[in-house]
């Protein structure tokens, strides 16, 4: 077996953090079990490209636990838990990752994963399913799955052109993943990285949050608690309008902008903090991103335009405008919560991965049979996924009875 990683000597360390995690991934590790029974994976290879954390690490020892042939790679640069990838190497499996990495580590890892032909790719973004497509017309792949809003974006507009060469279920999609994920995990792990790269006090501060979304939501509701007063940018009406409801201040970026102490952006979009809004912005201001991609805030201008930079601490730098404003960047513009703290909490990935292994073994089993679309996850499973969650919380609800079933379906009787 071979891999890439920081430091193998962390493997013990990166055995307690697995250990952590599967003690609050009680759904995952019940679905561990029953496909260590029936292997559904066997003799297949399986390609990740996610973000490597004690969770992930979970989710790939289910996959080989199912029977399939893992090949680990990162999926953002500044995501990897060295610890987590040096138990999972240590214990045979192929990763191809660490923290840290450049942009072209991070595309030669990418290369390896496929130069191992996988016949199931499993991505969060996109960017392993857009090399496939871009760079390795030959790969006979049965279908994929895909974890985040970005990558569903892009692989739809694939599907739309009509060049997506195999089936991809769309796990972002689920209930059981994106109301809980990308709101009450974001939320937290987003706020969580702000906190670890600065120590700022939330409480008090103006922080303007762009994209109300599930993420954005999740991210206002957090900084709300904790004593923020919230204004929401938005593009979308609807979303616009259920943040006002909601009791958030709406504005537009370039009014936030003179206003905000801390700018959270999660969009999915690009140039959303622009170099002109930075210019109006007060000093002291703190930018950071919780969207997929690193292109939400305009990092490339500022780093170009700015007279003087330097990192105070960790994940957090310095730039001194050319109106001789200090402005803040964490995590380099990338998503805050893995780059500077340890990404989504255990017992709601529990919840996202339990979906993409169970969207894997369903690819493996039907893929062939399925055309080259974007496929949601059965409502079935998500439902499924739901129930394990409450019994694991020892949470039990009702049921409709058969008169009440009845009720619901008809139209004649009403007051
Ligand atoms: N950090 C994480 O761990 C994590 C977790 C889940 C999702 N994500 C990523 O976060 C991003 C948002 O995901 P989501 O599920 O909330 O998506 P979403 O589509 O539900 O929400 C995005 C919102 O941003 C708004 N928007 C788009 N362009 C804008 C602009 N220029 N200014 C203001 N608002 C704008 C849209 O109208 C939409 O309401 C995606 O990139 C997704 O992949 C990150």
């Known amino acids: 077996m071979d891999y890439k990683i920081k430091d193998i000597k962390l493997a013990e360390q990166g055995e307690r953090q697995l250990e952590w995690a599967e ?7 019940a679905i561990r079990k029953e496909l260590s029974a029936s292997r559904p994976l066997k003799g297949l290879k399986v390609a990740m490209l996610l973000h490597v954390t004690k969770e992930t690490g979970v989710l790939a020892r289910t996959v080989a636990a199912a029977g399939g042939e893992v090949f680990l790679g990162g999926s953002n640069p500044l995501s990897t838990q060295d610890d987590v990838a040096a138990a999972l190497a240590n214990s045979g499996m192929c990763v191809y990752a660490w923290k840290g990495q450049s942009d072209s580590d991070y595309e030669r890892n990418m290369r390896v994963i496929l130069d191992a032909r996988p016949d199931v790719v499993m991505d969060d973004g996109a960017d392993l399913h857009a090399m496939v497509h871009k760079e390795y017309g030959k790969l006979r792949i049965i279908g994929g799955t895909e974890e985040t809003t970005t990558g569903i974006t892009r692989l739809k507009s694939m599907e739309e052109e009509k060049v997506l060469r195999y089936p991809v279920i769309a796990v972002n999609n689920a209930y059981t993943k994106y109301l809980f994920d990308n709101r009450y995990g974001t939320g937290q792990s987003g706020v969580d990285g702000v906190i670890r790269a600065t120590n700022i006090m939330i409480s008090g501060k103006v922080a303007a949050v762009a994209g109300y979304g599930w993420v954005g939501r999740g991210v206002a509701m957090r900084l709300h608690g904790l004593g923020a007063r919230v204004i929401v940018t938005e593009v979308n009406p609807f979303r616009a309008l259920e943040a006002v409801m909601d009791g958030y201040e709406v504005r537009k970026m370039s ?10 952006t999660a969009t999915g979009d690009k140039n959303v903090i622009t170099p002109e809004h930075m210019l109006s912005m007060k000093d002291g201001a703190i930018m950071a991103n919780v969207g997929h991609f690193d292109v939400e805030i305009d990092v490339r201008e500022l780093a170009k335009r700015a007279k003087k930079t330097r990192l105070i601490r ?3 730098r310095e730039y001194t405008l050319q109106n001789g404003r200090r402005i803040y960047l964490l995590a380099e513009g990338r998503l805050v919560n893995l780059g500077a703290a340890e990404g989504h909490p255990s017992e709601v990935m529990d919840l996202s991965f339990a979906n993409q292994a169970l969207a894997a073994v ?46 619901m379906k008809q139209w004649r009787y009403g007051t």
């Open 314 to 316: 960790e994940h957090l």
């Open 362 to 407: 369903h690819i493996a089993k039907d893929g062939r049979g399925l055309d080259n679309k974007v496929y949601e996850v059965s409502r079935e499973t998500d439902e499924r996924i739901a129930r394990l969650k409450l019994g694991s919380m020892g949470i039990g609800i009702d049921a409709l009875t058969a008169e009440q079933k009845e009720y």
């Open 23 to 29: 003690a609050h991934m009680p759904v995952l590790m």
């Open 255 to 264: 009014e936030a902008a003179k206003n905000a102490d801390l700018f959270i």
